[in-house]
């Protein structure tokens, strides 16, 4: 009995299936992204903690100056970038060419890094990791998370809608919510992230609180 191997058996070919110059891509989603990264650091690569730079340069031809950019602390974190903000040593050509192809790798997740609020449909990849629970009750539970983006650890609330607002629509229940949200605003990391866990599936409706607002748009996007 002989053993069948997959076409693309090492992480290396895996990789080279995401860059296929007959047929490129025109965006990479946040789960590509994903798995772009798993295969960097399978393959023991430096660029492994900035997939999408990686991404990015491999699509422009110019993986041979990815290290020094790496060495300089350039980093997935810093997109979407202006010519004047890139480093110095990048030759014009080079600049211009990231700044008109870099869409390719903006998505919701650098969005949220930077502070903008953003939905996340329950078959879409979230943009962290869970490290542990900090803290639950009987309306829900906060766990230590870490952005994929930037490697920085935040709070995250993790609510139950019928369990916080029951069948009740109040102005009392909303009004309450909205005290706890401008609370969190004010907390360090820069914003707190919360989580709706609606028909016990967990994570099915994420959304954000960001920095900044009152709260009413948030209210409106989640459909209370």
Request: aromatic fraction near 10%; hydrophobic fraction near 35%; proline fraction near 5%.
């Amino acid at each position: 009995m002989t053993s069948v191997r997959s076409p693309f058996a090492t992480p290396t070919e895996r990789l080279a299936t995401y860059f296929d110059v007959a047929q490129p891509r025109a965006t990479f989603e946040d789960r590509d992204i994903d798995d772009v990264a798993l295969l960097l650091e399978q393959c023991g690569h430096v660029a492994s903690t900035c997939p999408r730079t990686y991404i990015l340069f491999r699509t422009i031809g110019h993986l041979d100056i990815l290290e020094q950019l790496v060495k300089v602390g350039f980093s997935d974190q810093w997109f979407p970038v202006e010519t004047r903000s890139l480093p110095s040593f990048l030759e014009p050509s080079v600049k211009a060419a990231v700044v008109q192809q870099q869409g390719i790798i903006l998505t919701k997740s650098l969005d949220l890094e930077n502070g903008r609020h953003r939905h996340f449909v329950a078959e879409e990849a979230l943009p962290f990791e869970i490290l542990g629970r900090l803290g639950s009750s009987g309306y829900g539970q906060v766990d230590r998370i870490v952005s994929k983006t930037s490697s920085r650890q935040y709070a995250l609330k993790r609510i139950r809608r019928r369990a916080a607002f029951g069948n009740s629509s109040s102005r009392e229940a909303v009004k309450g919510f909205l005290t706890e949200m401008k609370i969190m605003r004010n907390l360090k990391p820069a914003y707190c992230s919360v989580y709706w866990q609606l028909h016990g599936q967990e994570l099915s409706r994420p959304g954000y609180v960001p920095s900044c607002g009152d709260g009413s748009r948030y209210l409106q996007r989640t459909s209370l």
